[in-house]
T-cell receptor
């Protein structure tokens, strides 16, 4: 199957700082990428849909000014958590949509805000 | 609105025993159904999917699932589990009318395989 990478895999930051997470489709072009958030022992919650060259579509309740998404190319989408706080600590997972509408998931990024 | 319910949060089972992980969905339109597996601190890996055709779907690692439209279910089964099957399993639905690939996930079921 197609490969999606995320960087970094783990990040620890201080409260009030911003953190950028990269999501790359390594062997396919993804016009659409999704960003999910997963709490411990919980399901994945879709945060936003990222389309190459256009603004992201955010799910209800997700602050677009706090979670900035940029999909600048067909192989790269970034999620920036601005002014992070401890409650933003979570496991963030991205997925890229392949040619046949199948989603390929990245390995996830564990964010810890102190 | 679509939703997915996984009826068991945890399923303990002994090695080489059969297992069934239950999933029910609700949707007013046709759906595509998926099962994913997540190992600790990793992303999701597709086990199998139902798009159309035969209601019995076979996936990787010996898993299979049966789509039952009348019962709105898509239960996952394996006749004999291994220790390495210990993981979190997620059922997901995507509406058939959408090409965006947006998935709605269930709450997850932790499969614990004991020796």
């Amino acid at each position: 199957g197609a490969v999606v990478s995320q960087h970094p895999s783990r990040v620890i930051c201080k409260s009030g700082t911003s953190v950028k997470i990269e999501c790359r489709s390594l062997d396919f072009q993804a016009t659409t990428m999704f960003w999910y958030r997963q709490f411990p022992k919980k399901s994945l919650m879709l945060m936003a849909t990222s389309n190459e060259g256009s603004k992201a579509t955010y799910e209800q309740g997700v602050e677009k000014d706090k979670f900035l998404i940029n999909h600048a190319s067909l192989t790269l989408s970034t999620l920036t958590v601005t002014s992070a706080h401890p409650e933003d600590s979570s496991f963030y997972i991205c997925s890229g949509v392949g040619k046949y509408n199948e989603q390929f998931f990245g390995p996830g990024t564990r964010l810890t805000v102190l | 609105a679509q939703s997915v319910t996984q009826l068991d949060s945890q399923v303990p089972v002994f090695e080489e025993a059969p297992v069934e992980l239950r999933c029910n969905y609700s949707s007013s339109v046709s759906v595509y159904l998926f099962w994913y597996v997540q190992y600790p601190n990793q992303g999701l890996q597709l086990l199998l999917k139902y798009l159309s055709g035969s209601t019995l779907v076979k996936g990787i690692n010996g898993f299979e699932a049966e789509f039952n439209k009348s019962q709105t279910s898509f239960h996952l089964r394996k006749p004999s589990v291994h220790i390495s099957d210990t993981a979190e399993y997620f059922c997901a639905v995507r509406t058939g009318s959408s090409n965006t690939g947006k998935l709605i996930f269930g709450q997850g079921t932790t499969l614990q395989v004991k020796p």
